[in-house]
């Protein structure tokens, strides 16, 4: 089995973001301060041995911080009430123009966010448009 490949995990501004809003899940990956030349956060695997949380990583003072999938992010934000939705866009001549996205607030039943032209290239890259949407919502509603 194949393992994650770079774009299939949150950014590193994004894995703060999450980390800040309360995101404390076990991962098996980890951004990494330490293991870079240039100061630019690396994904690293964490071995074989238990994954940590983000506050497992605090109390150990260690420099790193979680680095979720997408998958794990955005079932993180539907347990927050925020459901991610990303939908190939095809023109019936020209065959798939892209991905576009939307951000549904579960709360409300309604659409909080929808995608806009020109859409992403790929699937990965429309996620994360996604994901930034409902980070921005869920610190709006924190403030």
Do not use: C
């Not at 506050?55 to 003072?61: N, S, V």
């Amino acid at each position: 089995m194949n393992g994650p490949t770079i774009d299939t995990f949150l950014t590193y501004e994004q894995a703060k973001q999450v980390k800040e809003l309360g995101y404390d899940e076990q991962t098996y990956f980890f951004y990494s301060l330490n293991f870079a030349d240039d100061g630019t956060p690396v994904v690293v695997h964490s071995g074989f041995v238990m994954p940590y949380r983000n506050t497992e990583m605090d109390t150990l003072e260690l420099s790193k911080i979680s680095a979720p999938t997408q998958a794990q992010a955005t079932r993180w934000l539907r347990s927050k009430g925020y459901e991610t939705v990303v939908t190939p866009v095809f023109d019936y001549e020209e065959g798939l123009e892209g991905y576009d996205f939307g951000v549904y607030d579960d709360t409300t039943g309604y659409i909080a966010i929808q995608g806009t032209f020109p859409y992403s290239e790929t699937y990965e890259e429309a996620l994360s448009k996604a994901i930034d949407a409902a980070l921005d919502l869920m610190k709006g509603g924190q403030e």
